[in-house]
């Protein structure tokens, strides 16, 4: 098998022979036909529906409905039968050639005198006798039904609990062919009338019907196995009746049922047995009001010589199918556009070559587009293929349109496009190969996004650099040349370290969608914005610093525990973190033989000023004003000061980032903000001991930053107490160290 194997991919290629593969998986997947498939499929034909629904014509079907007016007018369902006779009497006067009921009467009427006197409490015997002496409205109705053609109702189900009644004579069926119950739908019980109404109706129709999975009426059966015997539809039935026929047929093969055989209209249908419904939308047309009826107020031209379906359209009465081309209509509608469909011969077919014809059709295409693709290329093929998928499409179409046929154009044109997307894949991932080669050689000196690009443009490996707004942050390790000295026995336990703390960092930053500019000892150097698009870098760069922080402080509470069970003494490591946003060059900086992807300007500049000045102010992270403006209503910021540092003649307003939107919708954060601001109020205007008195509340207050923060300038005023500013003193504080 493997030399098999390998012999073909030989002679095809690995792309082919894939492709090919993948062919005769899908045409195995279309001969098993699961659900989604043919819900797919379905799909495809209800749209054709939609766009072309047939056209109403006025043929002799008629509703007669329980409409919300009849309801108004006649009173809440199910009506006296007396009323049902009187609808029945004019029917017959108007002319109605038969009736079919698309209910069902189970039980006694529960307002005939025998039945309703029971209902009442504390009559005597008399008066229950003189009652059940009275007319019964059952009665009443079966005389109207005996006068006239009609057919009752009746429902399959599962779980009807019904009365033991007498066997009624059913509907005789001739089967033309071999056994067909095996292939028809199937019900365990049958809800039938009350015997009183059966024996006065010369036919009997179920109405119930079998939705698709999806809960569709696309197909209705026309015959089905109750209680295993052989019953018609209600419209079957009807047909039946009014055409004066004694029986209906099944006709049917060895592959299942091919046509029900009814008034001399021989009704193509599935293997089951059910009538592909072409539908036309919900018409008014076809109803008349069961109150107008019963009052006599009608139209006798939608009556006379019509077949009559008594049905409901009520909301309350919960009658109401999904169909292709209405997501509401009444289920007795469903079985009057039957009727109509076999009366005008406009039934939707799908014959029994369909499997084959497009089986076929997604042969073709598929072997097609396997064969020219690594010839011609993806684009022509695309074209090509495009052409023969928009001729089938075309083709099943007309089939529909034209002759009512439905053929699937889906699953074709997405076995064809299946085979053409893995041929285009298998190319694309050779390409990846190549690209991955060249992250492979860079991904250890470049930042990741910087060598996607790379890999994607390789001509864009050259010097040179673009004006661009980034932020860019420095975070250094406190006291680290201490702390290395620790290990100068122990190189190979610095190294270590240094890899334990740089990776949970370098990894905050690039969570937050950072690229890492270099690493210097045990600082880090990182920016957003570029090589990628970012426009909420402020704010990425923001929560990677506290994402560092958090890490960095985890890391300590377990080197902690390590020193502690090792007898070892203990060296915290802290960081301290400047960020600034700015315009800077961004691109390829250094020479034709060896170059950084790095950015330069003046606020790279200012964010490593900003990380040094962390040690003066006894904080962990400073942001610049640029990066504040867009981040302050997000995180728990406090104005630190203004400052004029080393190598810039400006100042700048530099803030202190504390924590995220929870701490800074805290109330211990807002009472402390608002304490420092006030606190920066009195130093710029010098009311030193006013300043000072702030400092003392917030050190007392707490020892976290804003305390340390109130330290350092505790320390400046006490020092300006002593040697005041100059006159001019502006509240710039100059930093004299980097």
């Given at each position: 098998?493997?030399?098999l194997?390998?012999?073909?991919?030989s002679?095809?290629?690995?792309?082919?022979?894939?492709?090919?593969v993948?062919?005769i998986?899908l045409l195995?997947?279309?001969?098993?036909?699961?659900?989604?498939v043919?819900?797919?499929?379905l799909?495809?034909?209800?749209?054709?529906?939609?766009?072309?629904?047939?056209?109403y014509?006025?043929?002799?079907?008629?509703?007669?409905?329980?409409d919300e007016?009849?309801?108004a007018?006649?009173?809440?369902?199910?009506w006296?039968?007396?009323?049902?006779?009187?609808?029945?009497?004019?029917?017959?006067?108007?002319g109605?050639?038969?009736v079919?009921?698309?209910?069902?009467?189970?039980?006694?009427d529960?307002?005939?005198?025998?039945?309703?006197?029971?209902?009442?409490?504390?009559?005597?015997d008399?008066?229950?006798?003189?009652?059940?002496?009275?007319?019964?409205?059952?009665?009443?109705?079966?005389?109207?039904?005996?006068?006239?053609?009609?057919?009752?109702?009746?429902a399959?189900?599962?779980?009807?609990?019904?009365?033991?009644?007498?066997?009624q004579?059913?509907t005789?069926?001739?089967?033309?062919?071999?056994?067909?119950?095996?292939?028809?739908f199937?019900?365990?019980k049958?809800l039938?009338?009350?015997?009183?109404?059966?024996d006065?109706?010369?036919?009997?129709g179920?109405?119930?019907?079998?939705?698709?999975p999806?809960?569709?009426?696309?197909?209705?059966?026309?015959?089905?196995?109750?209680?295993?015997k052989?019953?018609?539809a209600?419209?079957?039935?009807?047909?039946?009746?009014?055409?004066?026929?004694?029986?209906?047929?099944v006709?049917?093969?060895?592959?299942?049922i091919?046509?029900?055989?009814?008034?001399?209209v021989?009704?193509?249908?599935?293997?089951?047995?059910?009538?592909?419904?072409?539908?036309t939308?919900?018409?008014?047309?076809?109803?008349v009001?069961?109150?107008?009826v019963?009052n006599?107020?009608f139209?006798?031209?939608?009556?006379?010589?019509?077949?009559?379906l008594?049905?409901?359209?009520?909301?309350g009465?919960?009658?109401?199918?999904?169909?292709?081309?209405?997501?509401?209509m009444?289920?007795?509608?469903?079985?009057?556009?039957?009727?109509?469909?076999?009366?005008?011969?406009?039934?939707?077919t799908?014959?029994?070559?369909?499997?084959?014809a497009?089986?076929v059709?997604t042969?073709?295409?598929?072997?097609?587009?396997?064969?020219?693709?690594?010839?011609?290329g993806?684009?022509?093929?695309?074209?090509?293929?495009?052409v023969?998928?928009?001729?089938?499409a075309?083709?099943?179409w007309?089939?529909?349109s034209?002759?009512?046929?439905?053929?699937?154009?889906?699953?074709?044109?997405?076995?064809?496009?299946?085979v053409y997307?893995?041929?285009?894949?298998?190319?694309?991932r050779r390409?990846?190969?190549?690209?991955q080669?060249?992250r492979?050689?860079?991904?250890?000196?470049?930042?990741?996004?910087?060598?996607?690009?790379?890999?994607?443009?390789?001509?864009?490996?050259?010097?040179?650099?673009?004006?661009?707004?980034?932020?860019?942050?420095?975070?250094d390790?406190?006291?680290?040349?201490?702390?290395?000295?620790?290990?100068?026995?122990?190189?190979?336990?610095?190294?270590?370290?240094?890899?334990?703390?740089?990776?949970?960092?370098?990894?905050g930053?690039m969570?937050?969608?950072?690229?890492?500019?270099k690493?210097?000892?045990?600082?880090?150097?990182?920016?957003?914005?570029a090589?990628?698009d970012?426009?909420?870098?402020?704010?990425?760069?923001?929560?990677?610093?506290l994402?560092?922080?958090?890490r960095m402080?985890?890391?300590?509470?377990?080197r902690?525990?390590?020193?502690?069970?090792?007898g070892?003494?203990?060296?915290?490591?802290?960081?301290?973190?400047?960020?600034?946003?700015?315009?800077?060059?961004?691109?390829?900086?250094?020479?034709?033989?060896?170059?950084?992807?790095?950015?330069?300007?003046?606020?790279?500049?200012l964010?490593s000023?900003l990380?040094?000045q962390?040690?003066?102010?006894?904080?962990?992270?400073?942001?610049?004003?640029?990066?504040?403006?867009?981040?302050?209503d997000?995180?728990?910021?406090v104005?630190?000061?203004?400052?004029r540092?080393?190598?810039?003649?400006?100042?700048?307003?530099?803030?202190?980032l504390?924590?995220?939107?929870?701490?800074?919708?805290?109330?211990?954060?807002?009472?402390?903000?608002?304490?420092?601001?006030?606190?920066?109020r009195?130093?710029?205007?010098?009311?030193?001991?006013?300043?000072?008195?702030?400092c003392?509340?917030?050190s007392e207050?707490?020892?976290?930053?804003?305390?340390?923060l109130?330290?350092?300038?505790?320390?400046?005023?006490?020092n300006?107490?002593?040697?005041?500013?100059?006159?001019n003193w502006?509240?710039?504080?100059?930093?004299?160290?980097?």
């Amino acid at each position: 098998m493997k030399q098999l194997i390998r012999k073909l991919n030989s002679v095809f290629g690995v792309a082919r022979l894939s492709a090919f593969v993948l062919l005769i998986v899908l045409l195995g997947v279309r001969l098993l036909d699961p659900f989604v498939v043919e819900l797919v499929r379905l799909k495809t034909f209800d749209f054709y529906q939609v766009l072309k629904p047939r056209v109403y014509e006025d043929v002799p079907v008629t509703i007669v409905d329980i409409d919300e007016k009849s309801l108004a007018q006649l009173g809440q369902w199910p009506w006296a039968r007396t009323t049902m006779a009187d609808i029945l009497n004019n029917i017959a006067q108007a002319g109605g050639i038969a009736v079919a009921f698309d209910v069902v009467f189970a039980e006694p009427d529960r307002l005939s005198p025998d039945q309703y006197g029971k209902t009442i409490r504390g009559l005597s015997d008399a008066a229950l006798g003189e009652l059940a002496a009275l007319p019964s409205t059952d009665k009443a109705m079966s005389d109207a039904m005996r006068r006239m053609r009609v057919v009752v109702g009746q429902a399959g189900g599962v779980d009807f609990i019904t009365a033991d009644r007498p066997e009624q004579p059913q509907t005789p069926v001739a089967l033309l062919g071999p056994d067909p119950t095996a292939f028809m739908f199937e019900y365990p019980k049958l809800l039938r009338n009350i015997p009183l109404l059966e024996d006065a109706a010369i036919g009997k129709g179920l109405f119930s019907i079998y939705p698709d999975p999806d809960g569709i009426v696309r197909r209705a059966a026309l015959t089905v196995v109750v209680e295993g015997k052989v019953h018609p539809a209600l419209s079957v039935e009807l047909l039946r009746v009014a055409t004066g026929q004694n029986a209906f047929a099944v006709k049917s093969n060895e592959a299942g049922i091919s046509a029900v055989v009814v008034g001399g209209v021989e009704v193509p249908t599935d293997r089951n047995g059910r009538i592909w419904v072409h539908y036309t939308p919900s018409n008014p047309q076809r109803y008349v009001s069961a109150a107008d009826v019963a009052n006599g107020t009608f139209d006798t031209s939608r009556i006379r010589n019509h077949l009559i379906l008594f049905g409901t359209s009520a909301t309350g009465l919960l009658d109401l199918k999904a169909t292709p081309v209405n997501p509401a209509m009444p289920g007795v509608e469903v079985h009057a556009q039957i009727l109509e469909n076999i009366l005008s011969q406009s039934f939707l077919t799908r014959p029994n070559y369909a499997l084959g014809a497009e089986l076929v059709a997604t042969t073709v295409l598929s072997l097609l587009t396997l064969l020219l693709v690594p010839i011609l290329g993806a684009l022509p093929v695309l074209v090509f293929g495009f052409v023969l998928a928009a001729s089938w499409a075309a083709g099943s179409w007309y089939f529909f349109s034209s002759e009512q046929l439905l053929l699937d154009a889906g699953y074709p044109l997405f076995a064809s496009l299946s085979v053409y997307i893995l041929l285009v894949f298998i190319n694309y991932r050779r390409e990846e190969i190549q690209r991955q080669e060249i992250r492979s050689a860079f991904s250890q000196y470049l930042a990741p996004d910087y060598v996607e690009q790379i890999a994607r443009n390789p001509e864009n490996l050259t010097l040179g650099g673009a004006r661009r707004r980034t932020t860019v942050l420095f975070s250094d390790v406190r006291n680290f040349t201490n702390i290395s000295e620790s290990f100068a026995k122990n190189p190979q336990g610095l190294t270590s370290l240094m890899n334990r703390f740089l990776t949970p960092l370098s990894n905050g930053i690039m969570e937050k969608r950072g690229t890492i500019d270099k690493y210097m000892g045990d600082a880090i150097m990182a920016f957003w914005n570029a090589p990628l698009d970012d426009d909420s870098q402020e704010i990425h760069a923001c929560e990677a610093a506290l994402v560092m922080v958090n890490r960095m402080r985890a890391l300590n509470e377990e080197r902690m525990r390590e020193a502690r069970a090792d007898g070892q003494e203990f060296f915290p490591l802290n960081i301290g973190v400047g960020i600034n946003t700015g315009d800077c060059v961004v691109g390829n900086m250094g020479s034709e033989f060896r170059f950084d992807y790095s950015v330069l300007g003046d606020s790279v500049n200012l964010a490593s000023r900003l990380e040094g000045q962390t040690k003066t102010y006894g904080v962990t992270i400073l942001i610049g004003n640029s990066t504040a403006e867009r981040v302050s209503d997000l995180f728990a910021l406090v104005e630190a000061d203004l400052i004029r540092v080393k190598g810039k003649q400006e100042p700048e307003r530099i803030f202190c980032l504390l924590g995220d939107v929870d701490m800074a919708l805290s109330r211990t954060f807002a009472a402390g903000k608002a304490s420092f601001e006030d606190m920066l109020r009195h130093y710029r205007s010098q009311d030193w001991d006013a300043a000072l008195a702030r400092c003392r509340e917030i050190s007392e207050a707490g020892d976290g930053e804003l305390a340390r923060l109130a330290a350092t300038f505790r320390a400046r005023i006490e020092n300006f107490k002593k040697t005041p500013p100059p006159a001019n003193w502006d509240g710039v504080y100059v930093a004299e160290t980097k």
